[in-house]
């Protein structure tokens, strides 16, 4: 692709962790850099109890080691897709409270934006498909055969 020069909005991408979600971050920060535009990378996280169960015992502790487990998931995505947050990028980094997909067609604000996800189906997807008002970009990720996985099960790191 080519550079069309600065564009207005923002590049939005959702992160977890997973590979499909690193494919779509290192999709994001290229677009980010080729159009002159900011990323916002958020990760959306809940109380694995759950809101309800955590609304008639709210713990604020347990909320903030889960918020600190979310973030440090964030930061780590950028590590391993990209060897850190990238310089030559204007980013934000978000740590939403919520349901994925509403997290990320929130933090959208219009047509002008990019929403970027990993992979190509499930309830997030949905979601930002159905309700998204800016373009979405799904990344796919390459499927791995069965040699190349065995191979990487067999690896081990050198001291």
């Known amino acids: 692709m080519?550079?069309?020069?600065?564009?207005?909005?923002?590049?939005?991408?959702?992160?977890n962790g997973s590979?499909?979600?690193?494919?779509?971050?290192?999709?994001?920060?290229?677009?980010?850099?080729?159009t002159h535009r900011p990323l916002v990378a958020a990760i959306a996280w809940q109380p694995p109890e759950g809101e309800g169960l955590y609304s008639r015992w709210p713990d604020r502790q347990w909320a903030r080691h889960w918020y600190g487990e979310a973030r440090a998931t964030l930061t780590g995505a950028f590590?391993?897709?990209?060897?850190?947050?990238?310089?030559?990028?204007?980013?934000?980094l978000r740590v939403v409270r919520g349901k994925p997909g509403p997290v990320l067609v929130g933090l959208t604000s219009g047509p002008d934006d990019l929403l970027v996800v990993g992979g190509h189906r499930g309830a997030v997807h949905r979601h930002v498909r159905r309700h998204s008002l800016c373009p979405v970009l799904t990344v796919?990720?390459?499927?791995?055969?069965?040699?190349?996985?065995?191979?990487?099960l067999r690896m081990t790191t050198a001291a």
Request: charged share 30%; glycine share 8%; net charge positive.
């Open 19 to 34: 590979p499909a979600s690193l494919a779509a971050l290192r999709s994001a920060v290229d677009q980010a850099r080729r």
């Open 140 to 152: 796919p990720v390459r499927k791995v055969n069965k040699a190349e996985l065995r191979a990487l």
């Open 79 to 92: 590590e391993a897709a990209l060897g850190g947050l990238p310089s030559d990028v204007d980013a934000t």
């Open 2 to 15: 080519y550079d069309d020069g600065p564009r207005a909005g923002r590049v939005v991408v959702g992160v």
